[in-house]
């Protein structure tokens, strides 16, 4: 059974950071993308991130510059790192894994194969 544990959330002021971990279990995710999307209250869930196997990486226009996002493949983790935080970042933070995945098609939800349970992230003023 593939499960995706996010850890690292939590509340932050404006301009601090914050670092988002996955944990992924349940089998071998040779070639999966893994990737982050987040969900603010009343809105879509939108993509943040993703990075391939290979480690070739994309990002959201509206992240790009502050956020990284790496993985260990041996740990089958991926981490988020959150800089130069906003209000406009508040969301619940998701970590997904894909078999399916391309670069044309990484920001899209319906790609994504398994995903966590969430981890809340909230940036105030």
């Known amino acids: 059974q593939v499960q995706l544990v996010e850890s690292g959330g939590g509340l932050v002021q404006a301009g601090g950071s914050l670092r988002l971990s996955c944990v992924a279990s349940?089998?071998?995710?040779?070639?999966?993308?893994m990737a982050w999307f987040r969900q603010a209250p009343g809105k879509e869930r939108d993509f943040v991130a993703a990075i391939t196997w290979t480690k070739s990486t994309g990002y959201a226009d509206s992240v790009k510059g502050r956020f990284t996002i790496s993985r260990d493949n041996a740990k089958n983790t991926v981490d988020l790192q959150m800089n130069s935080l906003t209000p406009e970042d508040t969301a619940v933070y998701y970590c997904a894994v894909s078999s399916r995945a391309a670069t044309m098609t990484r920001m899209t939800r319906g790609v994504y194969d398994y995903w966590g349970q969430g981890t809340q992230v909230t940036v105030s003023e």
């Open positions: 349940g089998r071998t995710f040779s070639n999966y993308v």
